[in-house]
T-cell receptor, first 113, second 113 residues
Framework: KQEVTQIPAALSVPEGENLVLNCSFTDSAIYNLQWFRQDPGKGLTSLLLIQSSQREQTSGRLNASLDKSSGRSTLYIAASQPGDSATYLCAIYRGSTLGRLYFGRGTQLTVWP | EADIYQTPRYLVIGTGKKITLECSQTMGHDKMYWYQQDPGMELHLIHYSYGVNSTEKGDLSSESTVSRIRTEHFPLTLESARPSHTSQYLC????????????FGEGSRLTVL
């Protein structure tokens, strides 16, 4: 079974800081990795999808990298804002038709003004 | 923008009632999922479907049932709700034939008194 670990579990920072959220996984045979954001009581919003053949993806102030050999992905948030406060989850997809996504427990981020 | 919709968003009912949580997507995705999530906790896969007339149980045992009569529709039913069913239920669909990207609805928060 795929194990997905996210560190840290919680993070509180002042506005303007650059952040790195970490995701590690045990099986390098992944098809893709997806980062999500979840606001309290809401569903998950897809932030970035990295295919197994890619090393990174960027969207605005977000940059996600993938290193399959070491079983790690990082989500970099530049110039954090209070609106970035949410829980960030990573998920691994193994890619077979029977495959499913394996989620980490998430990193709860608080950005204070 | 993801086109996946869940109703109701919030539901408070008494013990013993039958309830159906609706989930519809307009993206033509074959694969759909139901996750259960308690506040501040990880997501648990309870049901998934590969396509019409195909349903499977997920990792977490659930007393709910699902059906998939149409590609776009994946309802979840509880025949007799109990307080232990109080949770948030998240529906998702994936573009697994292409990128495998997963899209979530806003969730249905169920409270059973």
């Amino acid at each position: 079974k795929q194990e997905v670990t996210q560190i840290p579990a919680a993070l509180s920072v002042p506005e303007g800081e650059n952040l790195v959220l970490n995701c590690s996984f045990t099986d390098s045979a992944i098809y893709n990795l997806q980062w999500f954001r979840q606001d309290p009581g809401k569903g998950l919003t897809s932030l970035l999808l990295i295919q197994s053949s890619q090393r990174e993806q960027t969207s605005g102030r977000l940059n996600a990298s993938l290193d399959k050999s070491s079983g790690r992905s990082t989500l970099y948030i530049a110039a954090s804002q209070p609106g970035d406060s949410a829980t960030y989850l990573c998920a691994i997809y193994r890619g077979s038709t029977l495959g499913r996504l394996y989620f980490g427990r998430g990193t709860q981020l608080t950005v204070w003004p | 923008e993801a086109d996946i919709y869940q109703t109701p968003r919030y539901l408070v009912i008494g013990t013993g009632k039958k309830i159906t949580l609706e989930c519809s997507q307009t993206m033509g995705h074959d694969k759909m999922y139901w996750y259960q999530q308690d506040p501040g906790m990880e997501l648990h896969l309870i049901h998934y479907s590969y396509g019409v007339n195909s349903t499977e149980k997920g990792d977490l045992s659930s007393e709910s049932t699902v059906s998939r009569i149409r590609t776009e529709h994946f309802p979840l039913t509880l025949e007799s709700a109990r307080p232990s069913h109080t949770s948030q239920y998240l529906c998702a669909s994936s573009d697994y034939l292409n990128t495998g990207e997963l899209f979530f609805g806003e969730g249905s928060r169920l409270t059973v008194l």
